[in-house]
């Protein structure tokens, strides 16, 4: 299955790089994975949307849908029998525009809580590892 996360910026907290570099590759055994940032200063709708192109575009918003990893892996299997790319994408410091979050198919919280940006892209590669552990009966979900 292929997925894309899309970022506003890089990680730039030391424990957001280490849980990058920690959760990208594991994630990478699993999925066809690709990864882009947009700069700061390009986040406009328009790089984000582009980036994702004609994928299955999944917003991560606070208002979005609630999933637990059983059900996330459940989401990831429905996606791969359609053949569609995923891509996540994770909004800036002030969270995705709008327009954009309206333009995908698909929204989802990774928490009632409002993540700080940096721990939000950790958060998602995690819960994507842990889901596709599941998917595979892979003990480190349990």
């Avoid at 918003?61 to 459940?74: F, H, K």
């Amino acid at each position: 299955m292929r997925l894309h996360i899309i970022t506003v910026g890089k990680p730039k907290l030391a424990y957001a790089r280490a849980g990058w570099e920690e959760y990208f590759p594991r994630l990478a055994r699993y999925h066809q994975l690709r990864a882009t940032h947009i700069p700061d200063k390009r986040r406009g709708p328009e790089a984000l949307l582009a980036a994702a192109g004609k994928s299955c575009k999944v917003a991560l918003v606070v208002d979005g849908a609630p999933l637990s990893s059983p059900e996330l892996a459940r989401f990831l299997d429905q996606r791969a029998l359609e053949g569609r790319e995923v891509s996540f994408l994770v909004g800036g410091p002030e969270g995705l525009p709008a327009d954009v979050a309206a333009a995908c198919a698909h929204r989802w919280s990774l928490s009632r809580l409002t993540l700080p940006h940096d721990l939000a892209m950790v958060v998602l590669l995690e819960s994507l590892y842990r889901a596709s552990t599941i998917q595979r009966n892979h003990p480190y979900h349990k």
